[in-house]
């Protein structure tokens, strides 16, 4: 296998891994639940009757549910590891589709490219600033930041470039086949804002429908 074929074989072990942990957090999530009303039950009891038997039993039972508290704490930390690789994973998958979707468009990615979650794209040449397209954007529902390049010849209040990330949308949900759709909105945004502005947010909303915060 080569070296992308390699990292897909982890995405896809990462991918296939998560859901056994996250089922198995639930079934020790379900497990607690039900130690705490028989202990409740127990304490309950002996209460009512002063029987040291069910005095015994809650104690038992509340060990029962440290031992299981445990046992979620070990999941959950090996689960929090697997989810932080699959959105590093994700990050750069996605970076560098949009990385590559955006010089298609006829962006300048400076370094040729990216092989972690940001990207530079030079400006020069073209007749916008990244001060200007980060306001564009930010009117269209698009973050990203203006940014000095090297030797840039605008002052680094205007800057000659912008500097593009993706793990708030690889968070949200998005992968790398919406990388196209995202390069063509910022392309519209450098190149035809006045006459493109609607069509853009309304691509940008489409998008976001598709992948919501909160559901």
Not at 18 to 39: E, G, N
Not at 56 to 79: G, M, P, R, Y
Not at 87 to 116: M, P, R, S
Request: net charge negative; glycine share 4%.
């Amino acid at each position: 296998l080569d070296h992308n074929s390699n990292r897909e074989v982890e995405k896809m072990k990462l991918k296939d891994a998560m859901p056994i942990y996250q089922r198995y957090r639930q079934q020790l999530v379900d497990q607690t639940r039900s130690l705490v009303k028989q202990r409740d039950a127990a304490k309950a009891k002996f209460e009512a009757t002063n029987d040291q038997t069910w005095s015994d039993e809650a104690a038992t039972l509340q060990l029962s549910i440290e031992k299981t508290q445990e046992e979620f704490n070990k999941n959950q930390e090996v689960l929090d590891g697997l989810t932080e690789q699959w959105c590093l994973a994700a990050n750069a998958e996605n970076a560098k589709a949009l990385a590559d979707a955006l010089q298609k468009q006829g962006f300048k990615i400076l370094t040729g490219g990216t092989d972690n979650h940001l990207m530079l794209v030079d400006l020069r040449g073209m007749d916008v600033s990244g001060k200007e397209l980060q306001n564009r954007c930010d009117e269209v529902y698009i973050t990203l930041n203006k940014n000095t390049v090297p030797n840039d010849p605008r002052s680094p209040f205007v800057t000659s470039g912008v500097r593009i990330g993706t793990p708030a949308i690889t968070s949200r949900g998005l992968v790398e086949s919406d990388m196209d759709e995202i390069a063509r909105c910022v392309w519209l945004a450098a190149t035809d804002f006045e006459n493109k502005a609607d069509e853009i947010r309304a691509s940008v909303t489409e998008i976001c429908g598709r992948y919501p915060i909160y559901q």
